[in-house]
């Protein structure tokens, strides 16, 4: 099976950097894409970047100039740095693969927990 593992998340204040991280682990061909998603209350889950196995970036317009998505293949790993956090970035983030396992011709799709992160002003 195929589980993502994320960390870094924490409560900092505005202003601030936190680094999310996401490790896959499992039987996996090839991760064609991870990214980051966030959920905060009462709102709905919005993609916040993702990241292709080609290393092309996509960010959602409200985070552009502040975080940066990168992965590591070696270690099935996508990263988000965070910076200049505020307030309206207090959210659930969860991290998401889309994936080829091995022996498999099918796209598959997975989350993680999630991880909170929290900024006070």
């Known amino acids: 099976q195929v589980q993502l593992v994320e960390s870094g998340g924490g409560s900092v204040q505005a202003g601030g950097s936190l680094r999310l991280s996401c490790a896959a682990s499992?039987?996996?061909?090839?991760?064609?894409?991870m990214g980051w998603y966030r959920q905060a209350p009462g709102k709905q889950r919005e993609l916040v970047a993702a990241i292709t196995s080609g290393g092309a970036p996509d960010y959602a317009d409200s985070v552009k100039g502040r975080f940066t998505i990168s992965r590591d293949n070696a270690k099935n790993t996508v990263y988000l740095q965070m910076n200049s956090l505020k307030p309206e970035d207090t959210a659930v983030y969860y991290c998401?693969?889309?994936?080829?396992?091995?022996?498999?011709?099918?796209?598959?799709?997975?989350w993680g927990q999630g991880t909170l992160v929290t900024i006070s002003s």
């Open positions: 998401n693969a889309i994936f080829l396992a091995l022996g498999d011709s099918k796209l598959q799709n997975t």
């Open positions: 499992g039987i996996i061909f090839s991760i064609k894409a």
